[in-house]
Each structure stands twice: as C-alpha cells, then as structure tokens.
C-alpha cells in the first residue's frame, strides 16, 4: 500500500472475501437511489447541484411501480437519482459507486443543502433476492461518510 499527502493512493483487495468482480447469481434486482425530500422545488436543487435527477415530484405522489421512500416530505417535493437505469450490475457496490459518484462532483452544495430547513437527504438500496444480502467494502462507506450522508437498505424475497 502506498501513501500519498491525501491518504492511501492505492489500497490491496487480497484480504477481502468478497472479489470485485462479484456477480451474485441470487440477486434478481438491485436498485440505490439518492433522494432529497424537501420544500425546495426539483428546479432549484438541480440549479443549485447542476446534477439531473432521473425522478422529481412537486406533487406528494410517488411514480407508480417504485417503492415508497421512508421518509416524506411535507410539501411533496422530491429530487432523486437511481441507478436502477443505468447499472446492470447485481453488484450492490456497483450501484453505490454510480450514485456516489454522481453525488461527489456537487459535494460542497450537497453539504450546503443539508443545513436546509426541512430538508431530508438518504441513500437507500432495494435488493431483491431469493437467497442472501450484500456486501460494502469500505470504499463505498468512505463515500458516504464523506457525503454525510445515511444510508438504509431495503431486501426483498423473491420467489422463481
């Protein structure tokens, strides 16, 4: 492992159980989504972050087919990107590092935005498996802790 003035440049994965090229053949579905809920409108976060989010509402309905968000905004204003679209990956770290990603290029506003009022932001992840759960290495944990942002996990039983 080398080290640079701003940490480990390059970490060793030997010592990790999970490879990363892990396919789990048990998983049938993974989706992470990055929500904001808020009273700010879809327009004026995307103005603020200059990111596109894949779903908004100014309305207190939720897009048919997707599941419901824990948390609620009082407005009925949410802001989201998904990976669901965009990563064919059973691989819930890949979804992750696809929506942290995103996220990490409007950090400095998205840690602005979360002294808001009435402002909510989480990440969440819907697995839908027939046998088994997920695996984060510390990389996707890093991410999150650096976007300060919670993340919650949602697995449901599929049946073929």
């Given at each position: 492992?080398?080290?640079?003035?701003?940490?480990?440049?390059?970490?060793?994965?030997?010592h990790h159980i999970t490879n990363q090229s892990f396919e789990d053949s048990d998983?049938?579905?993974?989706?992470?989504?990055?929500?904001?809920?808020?009273?700010?409108?879809?327009?004026?976060?995307?103005?603020?972050?200059?990111?596109?989010?894949?779903?908004?509402?100014?309305?207190?309905?939720?897009?048919?087919?997707?599941?419901?968000?824990?948390?609620?905004?009082?407005?009925?204003?949410?802001?989201?990107?998904?990976?669901?679209?965009?990563?064919?990956?059973?691989?819930?770290?890949r979804h992750l590092d696809y929506v942290c990603d995103k996220l990490?290029?409007?950090?400095?506003?998205?840690?602005?935005?979360?002294?808001?009022?009435?402002?909510?932001?989480?990440?969440?992840?819907?697995?839908?498996?027939?046998?088994?759960?997920?695996?984060?290495?510390?990389?996707?944990?890093?991410?999150?802790?650096?976007?300060?942002?919670?993340?919650?996990?949602?697995?449901?039983?599929?049946?073929?």
């Amino acid at each position: 492992m080398r080290e640079s003035k701003t940490g480990v440049d390059a970490l060793k994965y030997d010592h990790h159980i999970t490879n990363q090229s892990f396919e789990d053949s048990d998983v049938e579905r993974i989706s992470v989504c990055f929500r904001i809920s808020s009273n700010l409108t879809p327009n004026i976060i995307t103005e603020l972050t200059g990111l596109m989010p894949d779903f908004s509402s100014i309305s207190p309905r939720y897009p048919k087919g997707l599941a419901k968000p824990r948390v609620h905004s009082e407005t009925g204003f949410y802001w989201e990107l998904d990976s669901e679209f965009h990563c064919s990956s059973k691989d819930i770290r890949r979804h992750l590092d696809y929506v942290c990603d995103k996220l990490l290029k409007a950090k400095e506003k998205l840690i602005e935005l979360q002294s808001t009022t009435n402002l909510k932001m989480f990440v969440s992840a819907n697995i839908w498996t027939a046998n088994g759960g997920f695996v984060l290495w510390p990389e996707q944990m890093r991410k999150l802790a650096e976007l300060n942002i919670e993340f919650g996990v949602l697995i449901s039983n599929y049946c073929e």
